[in-house]
C-alpha cells in the first residue's frame, strides 16, 4: 500500500510570508501528527489530529497551525515566517493509539 | 542528502559486528518506547518498540532494553550491515494519543 506522502518536498519562502504543507497518510489511518526537525533542536512534536479534531499540541507559537480534514488528509500552516522556521516538517500516520506511526519523505522549508 | 544532525554523537561500527546504542529518557509515566532509524533524505524508519511493563523485546537482528530503574533504553543490532548506518532516535510515549518525545540521535557508521 502507499505510504505516507507530503507535497511539496521543498519550498523556498521569505521571511514574513507564510505556507501551507500537506500530508496525505496511509489509507485508512486516522491520526495524522506533525513534527519538526532541525540540526539544532532535533524532532519536535508539533500537533496531532484524530478524526478531524486535534488531540495533542506541543510547545509552539501559535504561528503554527493544523487541520485534518475528513478524508483524513491534514495540512498544517506556518504564518508570519521566521528564519527560524527553517526546518524538515515531518508527518506520520498510524491506525490507532498503541499501532506504530509511519512518517512521511517530510517537506524541506527554506526561510531566506 | 538531509542533514538531520550536525552535532550528532556519532558510533562507528566494524562490519559484522555488533552495535549498541544507549538513550535515556526522562518521563517515567511513559508507556511505550520507540527505536526510529532515519536515513539521509527520508523520514523516520520504526524499528521495534518496546511497553514500559517489559524489560526486553526481540525483533529481526535487533534486541531493545529497558530499564526502568535508570530510565534507560538501548538498541542492541546483531551483525551490523552497511544497510545499518543512518541515524538512529529512541522516541517515547503515552499509550493514549500518539505524541512522541524524541531523544536526540546518534549516528551510526559502518565501516566495510
Known amino acids: 500500500k502507499a505510504g505516507v506522502t507530503q507535497t511539496p518536498r521543498y519550498l523556498i519562502k521569505t521571511r514574513g510570508q507564510q505556507v501551507t504543507l500537506s500530508c496525505s497518510p496511509i489509507s485508512g489511518h486516522r491520526s495524522v501528527s506533525w513534527y519538526q526537525q532541525t540540526p539544532g533542536q532535533g524532532l519536535q512534536f508539533l500537533f496531532e489530529y484524530f478524526s478531524e479534531t486535534q488531540r495533542n499540541k506541543g510547545n509552539f507559537p501559535g504561528r503554527f497551525s493544523g487541520r485534518q480534514f475528513s478524508n483524513s488528509r491534514s495540512e498544517m500552516n506556518v504564518s508570519t515566517l521566521e528564519l527560524g522556521d527553517s526546518a524538515l516538517y515531518l508527518c506520520?500516520?498510524?491506525?490507532?493509539?498503541?499501532?506504530?506511526?509511519?512518517f512521511g519523505p517530510g517537506t524541506r522549508l527554506t526561510v531566506t | 542528502g538531509e542533514s538531520v544532525g550536525l552535532h550528532l554523537p556519532t558510533l562507528s561500527v566494524q562490519e559484522g559486528d555488533n552495535s549498541i546504542i544507549n538513550c535515556a529518557y526522562s518521563?517515567?509515566?511513559?508507556?511505550?518506547f520507540i527505536w526510529y532509524k532515519q536515513e539521509s533524505g527520508k523520514g523516520p524508519q520504526f524499528i521495534i518498540d518496546i511497553r514500559s511493563n517489559m524489560d526486553k523485546r526481540q525483533g529481526q537482528r535487533v534486541t531493545v532494553l529497558l530499564n526502568k530503574t535508570v530510565k534507560h533504553l538501548s538498541l542492541q543490532i546483531a551483525a551490523t550491515q552497511p544497510g545499518d548506518s543512518a541515524v538512529y532516535f529512541c522516541?517515547?510515549?503515552?499509550?493514549?494519543?500518539?505524541?512522541?518525545?524524541f531523544g536526540g540521535g546518534t549516528r551510526v557508521l559502518v565501516k566495510p
Open positions: 522516541a517515547e510515549k503515552r499509550a493514549a494519543g500518539n505524541k512522541l518525545t
Open positions: 518521563n517515567s509515566a511513559s508507556d511505550y
Open positions: 506520520a500516520s498510524s491506525l490507532r493509539d498503541t499501532y506504530e506511526q509511519y
